[in-house]
């Protein structure tokens, strides 16, 4: 154990001596933020223009620009959606930190145009084969649907989707919804979805910038093997107090915040208030939903403590009832709560640090009552202590390392459909290293190479486990880069749930028994990047995800004492293209996927629920004028699978009733199922238009959005009930809108 | 601007008015047979049916009404050393609004099972196919209790009754019934009650629930349960009825065996109203086709009295035994 730490830290400190002293050429470092609040914004790019070069604010709003010819002035330039371009004059020192603060002026609300300067110059050699990187103004845009859903707006990616409209659980490049990590503000978020997977607990008006990883990513991230969704919250506004409140046909919510001495707060809540419009997802069933999630964020920074330090205090809670008003129907409840401290630290010399002491926790619970159901109580508690550092050399190479601390307690008492009831505690910790080495010194490449050393595990089995990890970007041409990845990755816990349910109410979370390893995948990704003009721009990438050791759920538990999980394998591989084409007043993303996904159980080879061959998404925005802005959003996928129905049998039925006994039971026609999932349902597809009109009333600033669901009334077939063959189809032709206010 | 805008969108959008999609659930229909044999110990008759699958392309099982049962099928069964051949038979059953119906079975009349024994079932159908399954019979269990237990007991509500763990593998039947007459103008007729699990409202009707197959090593009867079955015999009968309760209540245990616990399992799902799913596990035992293939022995607690105070509180007689 003391070797393990020892190793790390000395390579980390050699490292450092070699490369941190001052060298000859500058470097300018700064914040990015909106001139009205003071909020940090992320992806915003900063470009020098004489040197046609540059760098793009991390996802906390920081730049660095390193190796600038020094004694000179320079004319940089700083971009970024929805605000004006801005330009200053700086001058850069021989060996010098040069730090320069940029404050963007907001465009005002009818001018939002679509403008980023540089951006093809500044990622020539970012390794970010699988990234996606979504500001929140590029989230307003989208069709709203019946709320604007940080996690829907992901399914419009290409290796990304669902299982329908009613969920917003997504599955990413063939791996299943609990490989999916949530982070918010750093700390996982076990259950991140509100009314039975319809929409994500993330209330976008508090988000500040959105990272999602789809496969490759680097050796920060651990604990799941498919994709990473890292979200990070605004800090409130600095320089003055404002309210937003805004109601859709579901929801009412609001947001305060404003300065405090030293740093801002920000306090946002949303509750439902009416079920009407889920009848539309749910067919026509009245559910009684009801749920609430609220967030308050605390900053604090002061040149007198700390330096150059920011403090953060965090808290989020979210929780769902459905609770019928007859008292013996069944009731469900699940909540998260999460209270988290972040300490990030900005040295003088270009390193970065990051503290970071979290508590997570999600309880579920389905009480039967009166009713027939089997009781389900889950309980998961996550602290973390995590500490990250990031040293940024002259030569413009970086380098990370962090260790996390983890425990993790684990309750869950359920009963299977078959009536054999488990239950399944464990308390465990984990320990992890990780570091890494961006090689950035060439212009035209870049790579990342690292590992995270699991030392001890959640799982028995872990053990010493290492996840090496390499990604790296060739640009062969100016306008040509050839990108790849390679990894392995590791997950410890897992959700109980039953693949064949196409809408569960929540997801109960494990830690894998000791009869199973730990899920292991081996990820390879590849592609190419191509920007056509300045205006259009063309990714094509490859990967293949192979997975040992997938939990999956047993059905054949008919006894107590036989496992909750059995050990399955997953294979899943394809294509992935985006074209992207903006000149103002539009822009056009589309993409396409061709994709094939496998599950393999007991020797059985099958498709999973989601797996789709083709996927394809057209997205049209269109600045009108005068505040208006519309959208249009087609999408397409070809048919998920099935079981077919291939006839009927006789089946006998044990009956308890008084006087029977088992030879004499009653036989009843019975559906007989053809080989799992090798039916097709037939395509979907659909149109999604909004339109938006921002304007200022007064002291306010208002946005009115109108929102027409399946444009065409395409009957996309959901399911049908294989008792009566009754279709039930997704969303039908369904208009929505939405009411925003800002103080 | 905006003109050409809405212009383009409305014509996409007619564009891509779908026609309705020629979707079919049902894949290609492969004949499949339907072996169910339960074996037991009360008797030495023992049955067995077999059918075969149907196809009838829509959703209703009921659209090609035809006799599914197999004849002339060679079916054997080895127990203890012996082989036993059923015959093909059948019988014509009459219902309450006096509708027949012809039961197709095969049945031996010469063996009944024991405990922990092996079984093993061929079946050869005339077109040579062949079903074959095996099994094991359930283990011995034994009750915790030898004494006599009164209803109602000294303290408490509850009667409790267990027993010990045969095979952990097994599903348990338990059924608690007593035996009760009733006499009306000197015509007595003798009956069984069975004591439920507990009584539940639907839709505003009271009905009884009966304990269902499952693996526990307990249950426990509600007093208020056992009342309100002995005030059930009462209602709606005659003033002149005479009802007379004996004294012994009799505890049945059907003990499954490890397949047959198996197909319980698997028949007694339940599902929240919210959940969909889309798949099914069926359990079966039959190499070659569908169906079951177990046994069950029931063994019998007699411990059980009503105390003849408790009976007579319900103004019925109370009737000793021996």
Redesign the interface.
């Known amino acids: 154990m003391k070797q393990t730490l020892i190793i790390p830290i000395t390579v980390l400190v050699l490292l450092l001596s070699i490369n941190i002293f001052p060298q000859e050429p500058g470097r300018l470092r700064g914040i990015v933020t909106d001139s009205t609040s003071g909020e940090t914004l992320a992806f915003c790019n900063v470009f020098i223009n004489e040197l046609n070069t540059g760098s793009s604010s991390n996802e906390r709003g920081i730049y660095l620009i390193n190796s600038i010819p020094s004694d000179r002035e320079y004319q940089v330039t700083a971009s970024y959606v929805g605000y004006s371009t801005h330009q200053f004059t700086v001058f850069i020192k021989p060996g010098q930190l040069t730090q320069f603060d940029i404050k963007l002026v907001p465009l005002s609300i009818e001018l939002q145009t679509v403008e980023k300067v540089g951006a093809k110059v500044i990622e020539k050699n970012t390794t970010d084969l699988g990234l996606e990187r979504i500001s929140i103004k590029q989230l307003e845009i989208l069709p709203k649907g019946v709320e604007t859903d940080v996690m829907r707006s992901l399914q419009f990616l290409p290796g990304v989707r669902s299982t329908g409209d009613v969920s917003a659980r997504y599955y990413v490049r063939g791996g299943t919804s609990d490989q999916n990590l949530v982070v918010l503000n750093g700390i996982n978020i076990y259950n991140p979805f509100h009314s ?1 997977g319809l929409f994500s607990v993330i209330e976008p008006d508090i988000i500040n910038s959105v990272e999602f990883f789809k496969g490759g990513f680097s050796s920060e991230y651990g604990e799941r093997i498919s994709s990473v969704l890292n979200v990070l919250t605004k800090d409130g506004n600095k320089n003055s107090f404002g309210f937003k409140g805004s109601t859709s046909l579901l929801t009412v919510k609001g947001m305060l915040e404003g300065p405090i001495p030293g740093g801002s707060f920000l306090v946002s809540g949303r509750k439902s208030h009416s079920n009407n419009v889920l009848k539309k997802f ?1 067919n026509d ?1 009245t ?1 009684p939903i009801d749920f609430y999630d609220m967030s308050f964020k605390l900053n604090y920074s002061s040149k007198d403590f700390f330096g150059n330090a920011k403090f953060s205090l965090f808290t989020f809670l979210s929780g769902d009832d ?1 609770v019928y008003e007859d008292p ?1 129907r ?1 009731s ?1 409840k699940w909540d998260n709560n999460i209270v988290g401290f972040e300490w990030l630290q900005i040295y003088d010399v270009p390193i970065f640090s990051r503290l970071g002491v979290s508590l997570s926790q999600f309880e579920g619970n ?1 009480d039967p009552n ?5 009781p389900v109580r889950n309980q998961i508690s996550d602290f973390s202590i995590s500490f990250d550092i990031n040293v940024f050399f002259a030569n413009k190479d970086e380098i990370a390392g962090g260790i996390k601390i983890k425990t993790i307690d684990s309750k869950l008492f359920y009963e299977n ?4 009831a488990s239950d399944l505690n464990k308390f465990a910790g984990n320990v992890s290293f990780y570091g890494k080495y961006k090689f950035l010194r060439y212009d035209n490449f870049g790579a990342d190479i690292g590992t995270r050393i699991n030392v001890t595990g959640l799982n028995s089995n872990s053990g010493f486990s290492p996840e090496p990890r390499l990604s790296f970007t060739y640009r062969i041409i100016p306008t040509l880069a050839l990108k790849a990845s390679c990894g392995i990755y590791l997950q410890e816990l897992v959700t109980v749930s ?1 693949e ?6 929540f997801e109960p979370w494990i830690i894998i028994p000791s009869y199973l390893e730990p899920t292991k995948s081996l990820n390879y990704g590849a592609g190419l990047e191509w920007i056509l003009s300045t205006a259009l721009s063309a990714e094509i990438e490859a990967y293949y995800k192979k997975i040992n050791s997938l939990p999956i759920v047993n ?2 538990k ?4 036989e496992p909750d999980l059995v050990k399955g394998k997953g294979e899943s591989y394809g294509y992935e293209l985006m074209i992207k084409y903006s000149r103002d ?1 539009f822009n056009i993303t589309s993409s396409y996927s061709l994709s094939w996904s496998y599950k393999e159980l007991d020797g059985l080879l099958y498709y999973p ?1 989601y797996d789709a061959r083709h996927t394809a998404n057209f997205l049209f925005e ?1 600045n ?2 005068a505040g ?1 802005i ?1 959208s ?1 959003v ?1 999408s397409f996928s070809s048919g998920l699978p ?13 009956v ?4 029977a ?3 004499n039971g009653v ?1 009843n ?1 019975y559906l ?3 080989d ?4 097709r ?3 979907y ?1 659909r ?1 999604d ?1 909004g339109i938006t009109k921002r304007l200022k009333l007064f002291f306010a600033n208002m946005e009115m959005s109108l929102n027409l669901i399946n ?5 996309n ?1 959901f ?2 009930e ?4 009754e ?1 039930i189809n997704m969303l039908p032709l369904l208009l929505t809108g939405t009411l925003k206010v800002e103080l | 601007m905006k003109k050409r805008f809405f212009a383009s969108i409305l014509v996409l959008s007619i564009l891509l008015i779908s026609c309705e999609d020629n979707f079919s659930p049902f894949g290609s229909y492969n004949e499949k047979y339907v072996l169910t044999c339960i074996l037991n110990s009360d008797t030495t008759f023992q049955t067995a049916t077999l059918s075969s699958s149907y196809f009838t392309g829509t959703f209703n099982p009921d659209d090609k009404v035809e006799d599914r049962s197999i004849k002339f099928a060679d079916i054997r069964v080895w127990y203890e050393d012996s082989v036993y051949l059923f015959k093909d038979t059948m019988v014509v059953e009459t219902d309450a609004l006096n509708n027949s119906s012809v039961k197709n079975f095969y049945f031996n009349d010469r063996f009944k099972i024991a405990f922990n024994k092996p079984i093993e079932i061929e079946v050869l159908l005339e077109n040579g196919k062949r079903l074959k399954a095996k099994s094991q019979t359930p283990k011995d269990i034994a009750f915790k209790s030898n004494s006599s237990v009164l209803i109602p007991p000294v303290s408490g509500n509850l009667i409790n009754i267990f027993w010990t763990n045969g095979n952990n593998s097994s599903f348990y039947q338990p059924k608690l019934f007593f035996k009760y007459s009733k006499k009306v103008n000197d015509v007595v007729t003798f009956y069984e009650a069975e004591i439920p699990y507990y009584f539940t409202s639907i839709n505003g009707s009271e009905k009884a629930v009966y304990p269902p197959a499952s693996n526990k090593l307990s249950i426990v009867y509600n007093m208020d349960v056992i009342a309100k079955t002995l005030n059930n015999l009462s209602k709606d009968e005659p003033e002149n009825v005479t009802i007379s309760v004996y004294e012994k209540l009799y505890f049945t245990l059907s003990i499954l065996d490890q397949n047959l616990s198996r197909y319980a399992s698997s028949t007694s799902k339940s599902f929240n109203a919210l959940t969909v799913r889309v798949n099914e596990n069926e359990y079966t035992n039959i190499e070659g086709g569908l169906g079951i293939f177990g046994s069950y022995i029931n063994k019998i607690y007699d411990r059980l009295r009503f105390q003849s105070t408790y009976i007579e509180s319900f103004g019925y007689n109370y009737v000793f035994q021996n």
């Open positions: 039975l749910l069933q559910v459905l013996t069944e469900f389905i009166g009713s027939n159901l089997k459909q078959l009536g054999v039953d064949n349910e196409i809408i569960s109410v059905e054949k008919y006894f107590d004492y007043p629920k269109f009108l004028g208006w519309g249009a087609w099935f079981t077919e129905l291939v006839g009927f049998y006789d089946k006998y039925y044990l308890s009733e008084p006087g006994q088992f030879n036989y026609p007989l199922l053809g799992r999932n090798l039916g349902l037939p395509e597809h149109l238009l444009a065409y009334d395409r009957k077939i399911y049908f294989r008792d009566t063959g279709q």
